[in-house]
């Protein structure tokens, strides 16, 4: 594993300079990845899926399994030098590196992956993971780490203070929990933030969300306008979305079964779903 000293050294070799703009705050510390590995439940001869594996601290702990990994990192010089790293640390080891933006990926190379396991850059934790539970069915459950505020409302249920859009989206495609805190300390460079490790699985059987790629369009833009307006009861937060007068408002809130006077706050997703269901009788 790659402790402080390792870490160092490779980044001075590359000539990598840690960037804020990618989240780049690298593990050091091999109980931080063994603990990740572990809670993951990665086992060999499965695929795991990494994103932004950096300078492989958490990729040498997943193939130490004997995994198979697939990891997708933007930066060019890191993604350039993993398989060399990889090669002299665990000789033999399935690694596939794809030099992309998760943002952007649709397609693997390789098995598809049944788990997703990672250390996420902070700024755009929640729409890569959103983007790939859309876009790779296959994965079934994950670990990944993340800033602790960002967890506690990925695992946010309706009624929690934290609880807001990324929670209902999250929750279209399964269940998500708190799986651990992490001390800033494991980074280097150190993060002013904490970090917590989030566990999901996917709800019913893999691929399979609770509606149909139009019903999950309609639904989320439900969701973000009644948290644009929080505070609001539903029949205003809404009534842009859902037909333009509060009256319109309520009257789809009605059809859907949710109370007008409800808060966006106090809805799960298979409420918003109805409510998107109410709205547009045959959504394709
Ligand atoms: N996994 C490594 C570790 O634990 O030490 C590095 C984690 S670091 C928090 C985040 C990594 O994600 C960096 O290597 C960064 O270059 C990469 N990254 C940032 N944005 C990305 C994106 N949109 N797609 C893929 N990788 C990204």
Not at 214 to 239: C, H, N, P, Y
Not at 261 to 273: I, K, M, S, T, Y
């Amino acid at each position: 594993m790659l402790g402080p000293a390792e870490i160092r050294d490779l980044a001075q070799i590359l000539g990598v300079t840690p960037t804020k703009k990618l989240g780049q705050n690298f593990v050091h510390d091999a109980n931080t990845v063994r603990r990740i590995v572990q809670t993951a439940g990665v086992e060999a001869g499965e695929t795991v899926l990494e994103i932004g594996p950096g300078l492989g601290s958490l990729t040498l702990g997943l193939l130490e399994t004997g995994a198979s990994v697939v990891a997708v990192e933007i930066d060019g010089r890191l993604a350039e030098q993993l398989p060399h790293t990889a090669t002299l640390m665990q000789p033999g080891a399935a690694l596939t590196v794809v030099h992309d933006d998760a943002l952007r990926v649709t397609e693997l190379p390789g098995e598809p992956p049944v788990r997703l396991v990672a250390n996420l850059p902070y700024n755009v934790s929640v729409p890569v993971l959103l983007h790939l539970l859309e876009h790779v069915p296959s994965i079934e459950s994950g670990i990944v780490m993340v800033q602790a505020e960002v967890g506690h409302r990925l695992a946010a249920g309706p009624g929690s203070k934290v609880y807001g859009a990324p929670s209902v989206k999250a929750a279209w495609y399964g269940d998500w929990r708190i799986a651990g805190q992490v001390s800033r300390l494991v980074f280097w460079p150190v993060p002013n933030v904490d970090s917590v490790l989030v566990g999901f699985s996917r709800r019913g059987a893999p691929g399979d969300p609770p509606g149909t790629e139009a019903e999950r369009r309609a639904t989320f833009e439900i969701v973000d306008a009644a948290f644009q307006q929080r505070r609001k009861m539903l029949r205003q937060a809404l009534s842009g979305v859902l037909g333009g007068s509060a009256a319109e408002a309520s009257a789809v809130l009605e059809r859907a079964g949710v109370d007008p006077q409800a808060r966006g706050e106090q809805l799960g997703v298979d409420d918003f779903l109805r409510i998107a269901r109410a709205l547009h009788t045959r959504l394709d």
